[in-house]
């Protein structure tokens, strides 16, 4: 049976800005704040770094019934167990992911704009991560912004559910789950707060207001 998964509040975990914090505490104060789904992404580890950061969060994450995903790492995620991985244009293909992590795993793609849409192999993808919604700093590779508009042009181009993604926080955030989305993914915005658990209680109260 497929993992459930919340795409409502998608924290991503950003290695620099948890340095001094910790992964594990950063991530325990936002799950006590709202976060309904964690992926842990840190280009720079090595393997066997990256397996220990997985199985820390898998231990956190477990009790609340929190997924936890595994940004590209499809080897990573299949040694810890994880509940799923989430893909860039140029990872392994959602169909071979799948192929390794088996018919139950959570598998995300990351999509910039309706040609990137268009030419994407969906087949058995879970979810999209739609954006940057804004310019961030977190990811060198994101393409250009394309802001509430542009993500509401890809939701009109599927049914699969969608997490908007860039450079999103309070401010915006219900702008984007205007555009139909079924979630909001930060870094920055939890991540870099000060009080990670009263940042993704902001994020909540803006995406339940904008839910009506």
């Known amino acids: 049976m497929r993992h459930p998964f919340d795409l409502t509040l998608y924290l991503v975990t950003d290695p620099r800005q948890v340095a001094a914090r910790g992964l594990a505490a950063t991530v325990a104060a936002a799950v006590a704040g709202g ?15 990256l397996v220990a950061q997985a199985r820390a969060l898998k231990a956190l994450l477990k009790p ?11 080897d990573v995620a299949h040694a810890v167990g994880a509940d799923g991985v989430h893909l ?7 169909q071979a992911a799948r192929a390794i992590l088996g018919p139950d795993a959570i598998v995300g793609l990351s999509v ?16 999209l991560g739609v954006g940057p919604v804004r ?3 977190t990811k060198a590779d994101a393409g250009a912004a394309i802001g509430p508009e542009g993500v509401a042009a890809v939701r009109a181009l599927t049914a699969l559910p969608i997490v ?8 915006i955030a219900g702008a984007v789950i205007g555009a139909g989305v079924e979630g909001v993914a ?20 803006a995406i339940s207001a904008a839910r009506g």
């Open 64 to 74: 609340h019934g929190i997924a936890l995903i595994v940004n590209d790492r499809v």
């Open 135 to 137: 310019a961030t700093g």
């Open 186 to 205: 930060v870094v920055s915005a939890i991540c870099a707060a000060a009080d990670p658990k009263a940042a993704a209680e902001a994020l909540r109260a």
């Open 88 to 94: 860039g244009q140029d990872d392994l293909s959602p």
């Open 112 to 127: 910039g704009t309706p040609a990137e849409f268009a030419a994407s192999d969906l087949s058995g993808v879970d979810y």
């Open 164 to 171: 908007g993604i860039g450079g999103i926080d309070a401010a």
């Open 35 to 49: 976060v309904t789904l964690v992926q842990l992404r840190d280009p720079d580890a090595h393997g066997r770094d």
